[in-house]
């Protein structure tokens, strides 16, 4: 009786118009989005290393070598001609590709000698052209990643293999967030709406609340790798496909590792079927409670802007941080972390607290579901 009702379901969905609109302007945002981002202005690895290079003389201009004042001026002097010298060398290094590995060695120490200033309290260099650590290090980061990997610097920020992250990025969050409410906000308001047809499948509350959760997160899923697939390759056909173990910097247990592509790829499709989930018995409970699906949709979007309403008006409350676990992209990226002060908003943690608050919706809801049934218990006896 399960399996047949889950066809039933499963029919429902198929003919729902509204869920496939959706579903389709969901696979149409990857090529879409592109028509915009590629008349985006990039800067490049060689821009990158101009602009450094004209820091590096704007700071020269302005330094004052008086080692009576300052008796570690002689050492930072020392420290930013060797930098400059390495970044006039990189320029170098980038022309040609078999000088990459020297461009990667060099840039290794240049970082070295940032952090060497930091020694010194970056002595005599404006505030503005001081390079912050966390930058330092998720650059050395992506220098030693490519050094072991033997990988092209400066690859093309329009291939399918570089789009495709940022893509990912901006449908992480509230628009993935509005996208799953809108896809399965109404599951229970229709059987409340025809409880005589439901009533016509012996088959327990909770089973059926599996069973329709089941069938929405497959759909989602469904538009949302179809999309991911559509995209990479229009993009792919117009600009190539690119190098899919090119790097992208994840934050885990406080501290910035490089992997492939293809394995954030994998990262972000498990925080995405995670966050489906959770957004999914989210949505159930408050139907239950509201019975109104734009009542429920209101109340998870001002649940989702508590932390940043919070942070705005100055409150510390970490505990409603873990709230930001859902968009993945901003978390993974270490964006969470820097803007809430909080060095648990990252991956490591995420996946274990998306897993934990699905666990607890469905404790919630298992709960409620066996109050009511003793209450109906209790009223039949008082009854008879």
Excluded at 21 to 49: A, E, R, T, V, W
Excluded at 157 to 176: E, Q
Excluded at 191 to 202: C, L, R, T
Aim: charged share 15%.
């Amino acid at each position: 009786m399960f399996w047949t009702y889950m066809k039933f379901e499963s029919k429902l969905l198929l003919y729902n118009w509204k869920n496939w609109l959706i579903g389709i302007g969901l696979i149409l945002f990857f090529p879409l989005y592109f028509s915009y981002y590629s008349q985006l202005d990039i800067k490049n690895l060689s821009d990158q290393k101009r602009e450094e290079d004209e820091q590096m003389m704007s700071t020269f201009n302005g330094f004052n070598l008086d080692t009576d004042l300052e008796p570690n001026l002689e050492a930072v002097y020392n420290n930013l001609t060797e930098q400059s010298h390495l970044i006039n060398m990189q320029r170098f290094y980038l022309r040609k590709e078999e000088t990459h590995n020297d461009f990667i060695q060099n840039g290794l120490r240049l970082n070295e000698l940032r952090l060497q200033l930091y020694e010194y309290d970056n002595q005599g260099i404006p505030s503005e052209y001081v390079k912050p650590k966390e930058e330092i290090f998720k650059e050395s980061t992506l220098l030693q990643y490519y050094k072991e990997h033997q990988l092209f610097l400066a690859p093309d920020p329009f291939t399918a293999s570089n789009y495709m992250p940022i893509a990912l990025k901006m449908i992480s969050g509230i628009i993935f967030l509005l996208f799953v409410l809108l896809m399965g906000g109404s599951m229970l308001v229709h059987d409340q709406e025809h409880a005589s047809v439901i009533k016509g499948f012996p088959i327990s509350f909770m089973r059926k609340l599996h069973g329709k959760v089941a069938i929405h997160f497959l759909q989602i899923m469904f538009f949302l790798v179809v999309g991911g697939i559509v995209g990479t390759i229009y993009v792919g056909i117009k600009h190539g496909y690119g190098n899919f173990m090119t790097p992208v910097l994840v934050l885990q247990n406080g501290t910035f590792i490089a992997m492939s592509n293809l394995k954030y790829y994998g990262y972000l499709l498990i925080g995405f079927a995670l966050v489906t989930l959770l957004l999914l018995y989210a949505t159930v409970l408050l139907n239950i409670l509201t019975k109104n699906m734009y009542a429920s949709v209101l109340c998870i979007l001002g649940i989702y802007y508590v932390p940043d309403l919070l942070l705005a008006a100055g409150v510390k409350a970490d505990f409603m941080q873990v709230i930001k676990y859902i968009d993945v992209s901003y978390v993974l990226s270490g964006e969470a972390a820097q803007q809430f002060v909080n060095n648990n908003l990252d991956g490591t943690h995420m996946y274990g607290w998306l897993v934990g608050l699905n666990v607890l919706l469905l404790v919630i809801l298992f709960g409620w579901n066996k109050i009511k049934k003793i209450r109906k218990v209790e009223t039949a006896v008082k009854v008879n």
